[in-house]
């Protein structure tokens, strides 16, 4: 079933007037019908579902017809900084993450990071992957969408370690290899992953996430590249303390 | 460092002559000197140190200094059987598998496979698929090859579940979560994880399958597209039975 996204909250409503781009899917791209059914979410963790009443040019009117809370948000806060990486890579790594359940993405710079973004396409590049993102949360049947944050630096990510209650680094050099080390701690509420470029992390920038205190860990014996680590990551630290199950 | 597939066994040699793609990607594309150094593997579980010693057109003389054990090879013999998917996703599939230590792959058609391939595109598809898992198995660091086999029956499929310790089948009503399900098992030498096509499994396969004794798992409450699917169960399943820590 179709699932849009209402930017107000839903709560307590009985009816929504539709307006904008959305108007447009709904009548235009689904040429959607009088008495035929969609999903709404509003980023708070219910969704409702709704029936199209009517549309005019302006707007599209759906009445609301019930509410339940959402069983696809994962209960663990889930924070992928990935190192930007080449367009379509990137993009994969947004797109598997929603699914996965993350709930933030931190992009960021290091010193081995390849594509240079200049400052005019800095936002543009965050517009879409938040676009991507978007999208991946309707498909996968989430009802909060993954923020996708502005370009940080390595120095940014890191200072956002003490926000969270594990930080971990991934590198081939890692202390302890990421799956047992989840089976050591207790569930923490918020995890920080942070994955590095193709090239990996210098050892300057090692030290600097060691002395922020986060754990550097390893994903196995086999040189991954940087989108797998990231998406196996995510994987993994979902399945120790989230819902992946 | 250069890594190399040789198809003839390396154990108990001093020297080894390579030609043709090889000689000329050393030569022309590497453009190697004398004295530089490169790594062997022969698919024995070993690797081999080598220096280049000298080449003329036919072939390149290569001296073996040192054999090691790699430790890069899974103890775990898993096998992804993948319902064929497009073709950039189904290559992605295969790369990431891979890198995830997989020992096979088994493409497969069944009711809701999109793509069709004609006969005389199935062995050209094949060859490409294997060419990929090559270079990811070199990229990585595996001294194995992955096989991909020719595309099987979804029946084929599942009469090698009696080949293998676990079998299972995934699909979003499974009995029981894989990361759950892997918690409360032994750990098994063999195992064959089979992920469906965009549109899942249809009622009369699912029936086949559990007939077959294949335990239906799910991957948590997300609804994740086929190729995040098939290589976060290869993580997953690598991390609890395998050598993915």
Not at 24 to 32: A, F, G, I, N, S
Not at 54 to 65: F, V
Not at 98 to 127: N, Q
């Amino acid at each position: 079933m179709t699932r849009i996204l209402i930017e107000d909250e839903l709560k307590g409503r009985s009816e929504v007037l539709v307006t904008g781009a959305q108007r447009k899917y709904l009548c235009t791209v689904l040429r959607m019908k009088p008495g035929e059914e969609v999903i709404l979410f509003d980023q708070s963790g219910c969704e409702y579902t709704a029936r199209f009443v009517s549309a005019d040019r302006r707007c599209a009117r759906l009445l609301i017809l019930a509410r339940r809370p959402s069983k696809s948000e994962s209960p663990l806060r889930l924070i992928l900084a990935q190192a930007i990486l080449k367009a379509e890579k990137m993009e994969m790594v947004i797109q598997k993450a929603v699914e996965l359940g993350a709930s933030e993405i931190y992009p960021f710079t290091c010193e081995r990071v390849v594509p240079v973004l200049r400052s005019h396409r800095k936002i543009s590049r965050v517009e879409r992957w938040n676009k991507i993102a978007l999208e991946a949360s309707r498909q996968c049947g989430r009802t909060r969408t993954m923020e996708v944050t502005r370009s940080l630096s390595f120095e940014e990510v890191l200072e956002r370690r003490h926000s969270v209650d594990l930080g971990m680094l991934l590198c081939s050099r890692g202390e302890i290899a990421l799956g047992r080390l989840a089976c050591k701690l207790q569930r923490p509420n918020s995890v920080l992953i942070v994955v590095g470029p193709e090239g990996g992390f210098s050892d300057r920038e090692l030290a600097m996430a060691l002395d922020q205190g986060l754990l550097t860990v390893s994903l196995g014996p086999r040189t991954l590249r940087a989108e797998t680590a990231g998406i196996v990551a995510v994987g993994l630290a979902q399945h120790r303390f989230g819902d992946l199950g």
